[in-house]
């Protein structure tokens, strides 16, 4: 049930670095932030790692419906272009924040990050064409990023909430619910079922709703007749907050009001029926702690990087970042 789910400004290393042999005008700068700046290579990197979050878990028909709807009012190509430039012009940002805190990071500390993932470098680095003067690029960044993180924010108020905080960013983020699942993919290998299968299967669901509906113990059904693969080590139900599922589950539980059960709502990994269920704050706020705390820390790192924008010079060549393609590897 889960999608893969990164932090915003860590995420651009979070895939494994790599060496490509690069094109001609990947040291072509597309941006600048106070005195770094951000190459095409760069750009190309960043790009495809968006990508693969938003695209890699997809399948069959999903995967061309993803490139022909909108995202936020644009193209999903822009949509995906604009998203990677976010991310490195906000690793950018941290990095200047960073030297005008009088942090620096040496060449030797970035080589030895890149032969720590060395590994990582030679599964990739036939997948992408991006030289590594780019990904030497990224990786000093984002350790300047995590030495900011460590000396700076690290004792900063604003990232050291209290209590009552850590209640409020879990009551007001985090979703619980039960389901019913009834896969139309094959579990193991991810192939769709037949179109035979699959009608069978949205008959079982359909069966299964009007039981539900009609009063019948919702866990029971689901202990009973769900495929969800997840549910003996949920039992009372999933705790997530955005990203972490697939939206149609997410915008499903989020549409409904507690103890209210959804109608049939269909995902790529096939029928569900929804549950939502009350939050336990005290019981589902510590079993859940790391992720409410990783929540917390990506919300005052985003708060913190809109501020450092508005005073740090930022500009970059539209006329460039345009010019990258985004779907030529699909």
């Known amino acids: 049930m889960k999608k893969i789910i990164s ?94 805190n009088g942090i620096s990071i040496t060449s030797s500390e970035v080589d030895d990050y890149l032969t720590e993932n060395k590994e990582s470098i030679q599964q990739t680095m036939e997948t992408y064409n991006v030289s590594k003067d780019a990904i030497k690029n990224i990786a000093r960044k984002q350790l300047l990023y995590n030495k900011y993180g460590e000396r700076v924010l690290a004792a900063s108020e604003e990232f050291n909430p209290d209590e009552e905080t850590i209640k409020t960013i879990f009551s007001e983020n985090f979703l619980k619910a039960q389901h019913i699942l009834k896969m139309t993919v094959n579990s193991e290998t991810g192939e769709p079922l037949s179109s035979e299968e699959a009608d069978a299967k949205k008959a079982e669901i359909d069966n299964l709703l009007k039981q539900a509906k009609s009063g019948a113990d919702f866990t029971a059904l689901m202990n009973e007749h769900s495929e969800d693969p997840g549910k003996e080590q949920s039992p009372e139900g999933y705790v997530f907050t955005e990203g972490e599922m697939v939206p ?83």
């Open 7 to 100: 932090v915003l400004l860590a995420v651009i290393l979070c895939l494994g670095v790599f060496a490509g042999c690069g094109t001609t005008n990947e040291n072509e700068v597309v941006a600048k932030v106070g005195d770094e700046t951000i190459t095409v290579g760069e750009l190309k990197y960043a790009i495809e790692t968006v990508k693969m979050q938003s695209v890699g878990q997809l399948q069959g028909d999903d995967v061309e419906e993803f490139w022909t709807t909108e995202k936020d009012g644009r193209d999903a190509e822009t949509y995906i272009r604009e998203k990677g430039m976010e991310l490195l012009v906000n690793i950018a940002v941290m990095a200047q924040a960073a030297k005008d």
């Open 248 to 330: 149609e589950f997410y915008e499903g539980t989020k549409a409904l009001s507690e103890n209210e059960i959804s109608e049939v709502i269909p995902s790529s990994y096939g029928y569900h029926i929804i549950k939502r269920i009350p939050l336990d704050v005290e019981k589902d706020l510590q079993d859940n702690m790391t992720k409410v705390q990783y929540l917390f820390m990506q919300m005052a790192e985003e708060k913190h990087v809109e501020e450092l924008k508005k005073t740090i010079p930022i500009s970059q060549d539209d006329a460039k970042i345009q010019a990258i393609p985004v779907r030529e590897n699909n």
